[in-house]
């Protein structure tokens, strides 16, 4: 740069805000240009130097209204001049352009040899082993080897702890569901199935009755009566003797009637006729006889006649080893002489066995068939 002549200042001060940084190299392919720096056609423009200077010295001073005598348009030479942006010949810009489409270029992928070697790797790996994923980088990660496979596998199953405790927990789930099953068959199934034989044993008695069969002796098993009790609304068939599985099981009641606990007959003159039945499940006939009350009345209804009794006491609780309370004339029942009883047993407390509950009633009517129903059914 040339020196700057006396009132030229202004000049070298617009010249020096406007100086283009030569020691920064700029890439005109990706660099922007800095904003205070201009064009190379801009900056040949604006510093003409023969259009600036002219322009400049064409001035009129307004002290005389006219062009100074000793303005002259000095020669171009002798003017600053800032030399354009430098222009990258065609060697720098091509290596520069095969930089940057490097950069940009994707990596080249795996070869053949490795493709068919992860191939490979795939079709012999177990089932459930591990299988290579991407890093962190998200490149592939290396496959692993066969014993680092064996490895990854053995450290994914479960422990002989974890497998014993989950099998446990099977087991009880299975358990649980068993014995809600069960309680489902006892408390609900067993009273349908028990109720559907009570009503097809009594169509049968009925049945017997009308077509006139009269047995000399009822076998064990076979039904022989009906009983009412109006209160709880219980209508029941009778057969005789006390098995679970022939009579109880099939919601019936049982007549003791044989060995050591047989029992009268409502017909004979003297005796208790006993019966037995289930409180609870299978028909569950005696459920509610806690609730009977004194004078309450109890009907059995035979091929013959309607015997109708009356309700007097009521045994809470005892051993099922009392066999007492079916005798003759029951101690604590009330009853001083012989007498036509009736007695009913059943086990208690509900859904046990422990103890039995005693019912005991006194004949109060005993009424043909041909004559009709007795008052405590009609009513």
Known sequence: MSAVRPGHEHDHEYEREYEYDYERVYDPLTAPMPQAQQSPQQSQEWYDPEGYQRDWYAQPDPAIGAVPAQASVPEPEQLPVFDPVPVPDDETVALRTSDTRRATEPLPGPGRAERRRAAKGRGHRRAGAPAATQGASGGPVKPMSRLEARRAARALKDSPAVIASRAIGELFITFGVLMLLFVTYQLWWTNILAGQEANAEANKIQDGWAKGRKPDAFEPGQGFAIMYIPKLDVVVPIAEGISKKNV?????????????????????????????????????????????????????????????YRMESILPQTSPSNVSVIGPVPPGSGFTGPGRYITLTTCTPEFTSTYRMIVWGKMVEERPRSKGKPDALVG
């Open 248 to 308: 109880l099981d099939r919601g019936m009641v049982g007549h003791y009637g044989e060995g050591k606990l047989k029992t009268a007959m409502p017909e004979d003159e003297q005796g208790n006729f006993a019966l037995a039945g289930h409180r609870n499940t299978h028909g569950e006939p005696f459920r509610y006889i806690n609730q009977l009350d004194k004078g309450d009345p109890i009907v059995v209804e035979t091929q013959d006649a309607y015997y109708t």
